[in-house]
């Protein structure tokens, strides 16, 4: 039977990480507002993401850290292929026992309909588990296909239709190791 312990997740490293651990967006707000504008640059076209529920942890969207249970190389081997130059990016892995299982669910992401945001569903969230991870933890054909497609000037969206892990809590800095795609 699989544990948690048998399973890697990962996050796209922190440029210039301050601190001893890994804060939701919210919390950078009030801590690293310097990082806070940086990082929440990232939703731009997408503001409304920033303020949704995650009902399954009781909090919001930007309360919680995101993980991949997809390891990057995966996904950068399919766009690299198709010829797009992508410089080698660092990610941080982690052990997915190093989180708390009951702060913890899989996101089954969906797209949006014709580019609008439809909220998240608690049917959305899945267990965070072994079992689950073991069926998350491949990118899919969707996913695949949609990365070889991807036209060079198009931003490199890696996940945005890969299962997320979302934590509600802070991620100890001295559990990740570094690993380049």
Known sequence: MPKLSDWTLYHRAVRDVRGEELLPLNSLQQIYPDVYEREAAKYVGREQLRSAPVEALGCGWGDVLFFSPVHPKALLDVVRASGREVPPLRFWAIN??????????????????????????????????????????????????????????????????????LYRGTLCLGVVSEEWC
């Open 96 to 165: 997915a026992a190093a989180l708390e299982a009951s702060a913890a669910y899989v996101l089954q992401v969906r797209p949006w309909p014709n580019g609008v945001y439809t909220p998240y569903q608690l049917k959305d969230f899945l267990p965070y588990d072994a079992e689950t991870l073991q069926v998350v933890s491949q990118p899919s054909q969707t996913t695949l296909s949609r990365l070889q497609a991807l036209p060079p000037e198009a931003p490199l969206l890696l996940w945005s239709d890969v299962p997320h892990v």
